[in-house]
């Protein structure tokens, strides 16, 4: 993940979300699915970016197509974060009928 690690990082391992001065949720995009290069596991990874207070995290790659591995090297630890933290990361969503009405205002293109 970017930097060295001792002497400057972007790295979210190494710098959380506050330290980092962000103002609205961060999610980490491409993190390696195998954790290659961390010093971390899969699983551990996916509890390093939690406790450091990033939003979310996705996964490089599904298929495999370079050395951060495929979606079943991080598969089985992304399960087990979300079942652990099922209230925190759960996506709930409401029936249609309780959702209020919007008009939909096609736009004109000249």
Do not use: Q
């Not at 961060?26 to 899969?42: F, K, R, S």
């Not at 207070?53 to 974060?81: E, L, N, P, T």
């Amino acid at each position: 993940m970017n930097g060295d690690g001792v002497y400057w990082s972007y790295a979210p391992t190494v710098i959380d979300w506050a330290a980092a001065g962000f103002d609205k949720p961060v999610v980490i995009g491409e993190l390696p699915a195998n954790a290659a290069d961390t010093g971390y596991t899969p699983a551990g990874l996916l509890n390093k970016l939690h406790s450091n207070c990033y939003g979310g995290a996705w996964a490089w790659s599904y298929d495999g197509v370079d050395g951060a591995g495929r979606w079943s090297d991080i598969a089985a630890a992304m399960k087990s974060f979300t079942s652990a933290n099922a209230a925190e990361v759960r996506i709930v969503t409401r029936p249609a009928e309780t959702l209020p009405p919007r008009a939909y205002l096609p736009l004109v293109v000249r």
